[in-house]
């Protein structure tokens, strides 16, 4: 298996390849200019590209250095399109969601708000897409999927409208009592059943009357279909019930998420049995 890289990590890693030739090297050489939001996009594309690199994979490190150095030349340089790619169809929704997101926020005033951050959450979309496209490491997908949702958080909060000043509110409770909203699921979908925003939206409002909540994100599935694919739909109901609450305001830094395929069923049934009851994904919220 491939070593898991994140931005997180590289981004703070100061080793620099020596000589590595390929177009790596070339964009290593480079000095960034442009706006400081082009150079925030060149030293991410770079940590990017050197990890592709490592791993043995010189085609994305290819494309990941050559945005870097249309990056360094001050050229405008957009996300991947998911559109484009060959991702698998069932995660298409998901990523277009994000997508469009994304879009909309290289549209405000992220970029000047949010620099780092923006460019933080472009660069991570790329990795997501690029390993979303080759669909064999989970475990990669999801280090840059939750990187591009942690990013999109913190450009959220930095680019809101601040309110104007209003009376100092009441304390808040210190320890949240455990609560558990279950949002239910269409059949072999990532569609969520009508009513599923309303439960949303109390879930969020109750996790922001905490200052450190522990909030835990589940995807399940029913018995029907295979194991492999059931843990693999969960997974997406989780990833897109996050994206929802995320959107209305939820703390992505306390968010843990989980998908359990077709364990823990909530009725449990024999293998092969469709169970509304069991096609959920939920919201479980507790102090830390």
Not at 100 to 115: F, G, H, I, P, Y
Not at 135 to 151: E, G, K, L, T, V
């Amino acid at each position: 298996m491939k070593k898991l890289v994140t931005l997180a990590v590289l981004g703070a890693a100061s080793v620099t390849l020596a000589a590595c030739g390929g177009k790596l090297g070339e964009a290593e050489k480079m000095s960034a200019s442009g706006s400081a939001y082009s150079k925030a996009l060149y030293n991410d594309y770079i940590a990017l590209s050197k990890g592709e690199y490592g791993e043995g994979d010189y085609t994305d490190s290819d494309r990941f250095a050559e945005k870097a150095m249309a990056a360094a030349m001050g050229e405008e340089v957009g996300p991947y399109n998911p559109g484009e790619w060959s991702i698998p169809a069932d995660r298409e929704p998901v990523m277009k969601g994000a997508y469009d997101r994304l879009v909309a926020a290289l549209n405000s005033t992220a970029k000047d708000k949010a620099t780092v951050q923006l460019a933080r959450a472009q660069t991570s979309f790329d990795c997501w897409v690029q390993e979303q496209e080759e669909n064999f490491q989970p475990d990669h997908i999801a280090a840059c999927r939750d990187a591009f949702i942690a990013a999109m958080g913190d450009v959220d909060k930095m680019i809101a409208v601040k309110p104007a000043p209003a009376p100092a509110p009441a304390p808040k409770e210190m320890v949240a009592k455990p609560m558990t909203w279950n949002i239910l699921f269409q059949f072999d979908s990532v569609k969520m059943l009508p009513g599923s925003a309303d439960k949303i939206a109390e879930a969020v409002k109750y996790v922001n009357n905490f200052k450190r909540p522990r909030v835990t994100i589940a995807g399940y599935t029913d018995t029907s279909g295979s194991k492999e694919y059931n843990a693999a739909l969960s997974e997406r109901r989780s990833e897109e019930l996050a994206l929802k609450a995320m959107d209305i305001g939820l703390n992505p830094q306390n968010v843990i998420m989980r998908s359990y395929g077709e364990d823990r069923l909530a009725e449990p049934t024999a293998d092969g049995v469709k169970n509304q009851a069991n096609r959920r994904a939920t919201i479980t919220v507790e102090s830390k």
